[in-house]
């Protein structure tokens, strides 16, 4: 599996797993950015937390974020007036700008050394003008400060520039291991089900009064259904040495559009993005090396990584009550490719409804709203998509034998008249699982970039070995 920088420069000190039974007023399931934000807040707050991790802490998609902290999040202001109106536009924006400075706030007072950098953010595009004029307005009507430019740093021309100040980015890792110090961890330690107050994990049972799960995707599917409100996407990143000293933060909003963000020596280079399950034809990374040499020919690559995003029905992160039913459980996901604002953004709710406080932005956030104008045509969209992945083992043949496929690719292969998963790694030597999905049973597919058999329908990853790495799945693939 590829590591990224983050990994490579912070080793978090370990925590112990539960040790039987226990009773708290908080648990928070997920030992990630926003799962270790939201302990921090309850716990500043009074209550007794505490956070189950089924691995280690971090280890999930926070070390493996480009750790930006911004409001900018695509072309998001505009697209909220059109959906929602301009009073929840304001609520997204207020609810990110205070993100950035409780960021701030926290690693100043508590003198974090985390790599804390102030750098202004821009979206730009190569391809016409308009789509920015569009949000340069609506950001300025839902209160930040933005500015319209036809230039930039960048090694090509664009089109126009966005510019967002008072944007920073971060060490996610050490930012992590200041804030988890003082909290109740337990690691290795993965929940089973959730059922009332009571979670069952693998090492106890834990009793709280307040349930959040803050585990990227939500693996109970009922109540709730967040399997048939969002799916799940890739993006990759290569962090390169002798690039560019750029000032700034910046994300294409066209289709094939790049993203930069400097890290002390090195540029983080990041790209081909796709619906996860589908990039059977690899060559993600050699996009990336090739912008790099065509645009810095000079370069050397250090790291590369990828990482994965919840993509929610109408774009807003889901952050709030769980569902209807339950009205003591609690969600964060959802967050697209902006985990390190929302996981803050995320903090700051949970603590507000769970404590009783106001929080004027919570209802633009609330997993509980169904806007039929801005999601009823992906949520057929989705549906579709789920529905390919569950006839796709019925319908679609094996694309080879074993014996046919060469050494250091996978595929899906004909093996004992089934149909199953096979890589085959540098020496001969096959690795074979199921296919299908354990979650809801969708065929996977190989993605040779990663070298993991990936579940186009709802995103669950596995290894090539079959171990899981990415829910809403619970468990590894069986082996043929």
């Not at 090739?290 to 807003?316: F, I, K, N």
């Not at 949970?350 to 609330?366: G, H, N, Q, Y």
Request: charged letters at 20%; aromatic letters at 10%; one cysteine or more.
């Amino acid at each position: 599996m590829t590591e990224s920088i983050w990994s490579k420069t912070e080793q978090l000190p370990p925590f112990p797993p539960l040790q039987g039974a226990l009773s708290v007023d908080a648990a928070v399931i997920g030992g990630g950015m926003a799962g270790v934000l939201i302990a921090h807040f309850l716990k500043a707050a009074g209550l007794n937390v505490v956070v189950l991790e089924a691995g280690r802490l971090g280890s999930g998609q926070t070390k493996n974020t480009t750790a930006k902290i911004t409001a900018q999040h695509g072309l998001i202001y505009h697209r909220l007036a059109e959906q929602f109106g301009e009073e929840k536009s304001r609520q997204y924006a207020e609810a990110n700008q205070r993100a950035i400075a409780e960021y701030r706030r926290l690693i100043g007072e508590g003198k974090i050394d985390c790599d804390f950098t102030e750098a202004p953010a821009y979206l730009y595009s190569t391809g016409g003008s308009e789509q920015l004029e569009k949000e340069y307005e609506a950001a300025k009507a839902a209160g930040i400060g933005a500015e319209l430019l036809s230039g930039t740093e960048l090694p090509f021309p664009v089109s126009a520039a966005l510019r967002f100040d008072d944007q920073a980015h971060f060490h996610p890792l050490k930012f992590l291991r200041a804030l988890a110090g003082p909290l109740n961890v337990c690691e290795q330690t993965t929940v089973r089900s959730v059922e009332g107050n009571e979670i069952v994990t693998d090492r106890g049972t834990v009793t709280a009064q307040f349930i959040i799960f803050a585990c990227h995707y939500p693996f109970v599917n009922a109540p709730g259904y967040y399997f048939m409100r969002m799916h799940q996407e890739r993006s990759y990143v290569l962090a390169l040495e002798n690039a560019a000293k750029l000032e700034g933060m910046y994300y294409g909003v066209d289709a094939d559009g790049l993203s930069f963000r400097p890290q002390g020596d090195l540029l983080l280079l990041g790209g081909g993005n796709h619906r996860t399950g589908e990039n059977s034809a690899g060559g993600q990374y050699q996009k990336l090396r090739e912008a790099a040499m065509r645009y810095w020919p000079e370069s050397r690559e250090v790291a590369h990584w990828s990482a994965q995003d919840c993509m929610t029905l109408d774009g807003v992160p889901y952050i709030g009550q769980f569902s209807l039913p339950t009205p003591n459980w609690f969600v964060a996901t959802g967050f697209e490719k902006w985990g390190m604002t929302s996981s803050m953004v995320a903090a700051l709710t949970l603590r507000d409804l769970i404590t009783k406080e106001e929080c004027p932005w919570a209802e633009v956030f609330s997993p509980l709203r169904f806007t039929p104008s801005a999601s009823a045509k992906t949520l057929m969209q989705e549906t579709a998509q789920a529905t390919k992945g569950l006839v796709r083992k019925f319908l679609v043949p094996p694309r080879a034998d074993i014996e046919a496929l060469p050494n250091g690719h996978g595929g899906v292969v004909e093996y004992d008249g089934e149909k199953v998963g096979v890589y085959k790694d540098e020496n001969g030597e096959a690795f074979i699982v199921s296919v299908r999905c354990p979650h809801l049973g969708c065929q996977l597919e190989w993605n040779p970039d990663e070298k993991s058999w990936d579940c186009p329908c709802h995103g669950s990853r596995f290894d090539y070995r079959g171990n899981l790495i990415d829910n809403p799945a619970q468990q590894d693939l069986e082996h043929a």
